[in-house]
């Protein structure tokens, strides 16, 4: 699984966020889940994760999980209001979902979850030098 975030620059994704995934084969993502996410300065870009990155990924043909998360300035430290969820929630159920793709719907405990003797970590370097291959 993937979590992609970039902060808004006018009105879509970082030209660096762009160019790293420019770097990347159209398949290399195929069927992997992606939880999308940005930060920036208002709440009135947040559709740059419907215009911009869903797209992007679409393309890259990874699935996108439903919930996204989007960060303004007046998120940090807020709990919401009525409607809408504050910002740990969003990434609680974002979390929750990408983790559910990942285990094919088996539960996992969230953050509270620690690696055990048989999970695989896969260092970074290697994790990026694996996405230039179908």
């Known amino acids: ?21 420019d770097l990347v084969e159209n398949t290399a ?23 911009a990155m869903r797209p992007l ?8 999980l439903p919930t996204s998360v989007y960060a303004a300035s007046e998120d940090w ?3 919401g209001d009525e409607y809408a969820d504050g910002l ?14 990942i285990t094919g719907g088996r539960a996992v405990s969230g953050a509270s979850r620690t690696l055990g003797v048989d ?5 970074f370097e290697q994790q990026l030098a694996g996405l230039g291959q179908a």
């Open 1 to 21: 699984g993937l979590i992609a975030v970039s902060p808004v620059f006018t009105a879509s994704y970082s030209g660096l966020f762009k160019s790293f995934f």
């Open 29 to 51: 993502l195929t069927g992997k889940p992606v939880v999308v996410a940005a930060t920036g300065g208002t709440a009135r870009h947040s559709l740059v994760l419907e215009h």
């Open 57 to 64: 990924f679409a393309y890259l043909r990874a699935v996108t």
């Open 77 to 79: 430290g807020s709990s």
């Open 88 to 101: 740990p929630a969003r990434i609680r159920r974002a979390g929750g979902e990408l983790a559910s793709a």
């Open 119 to 123: 999970d695989e970590v896969v260092p």
